[in-house]
């Protein structure tokens, strides 16, 4: 396969690095892999950040089937929650701070409302 030219959301080295440990590895035995695990977080960022349908992935990253499969099964086993924790501790303990919070701040609004509920509870009968 011949490089692509890069898009705004690839990983830039520097990124990957940080990412690598934390993306599940490749799997040995059975076929081998036809993309790195890179090119496929980049297009699973790609098709993240610009919105697009997982079917209109630009021809020149991996499959979008192949795309979608990874982000599936990588949310369903906890690699995306896993990445998000990891990163944020490294940013609080770049920041100084402790890597776990140790203070949440909750906002909370009250609404009254009606025990009757349903429609009956936000129109008034007519006359």
Not at 50 to 75: A, E, K, V
Request: aromatic share 8%; proline share 8%; glycine share 6%.
């Amino acid at each position: 396969m011949s490089e692509r030219h890069p898009y705004p959301t690839d990983l830039t080295d520097q990124e990957w690095q940080i990412l690598e440990p934390l993306v599940p590895p490749i799997e040995s035995g059975g076929r081998p892999a036809k993309h790195t695990r890179r090119e496929i977080v980049n297009s699973i960022l790609y098709a993240i950040r610009t919105g697009c349908q997982w079917r209109m992935l630009p021809h020149d990253l991996p499959p979008w089937r192949t795309t979608y499969i990874y982000f599936r099964n990588w949310r369903l086993d906890g690699t995306w929650q896993r990445i998000h924790d990891a990163l944020r501790r490294q940013l609080r303990e770049a920041e100084g701070r402790h890597p776990e919070a140790s203070a949440a701040i909750l906002d909370s609004q009250s609404v009254k409302t009606t025990e009757k509920g349903g429609l009956g509870a936000t129109t008034q009968a007519r006359k």
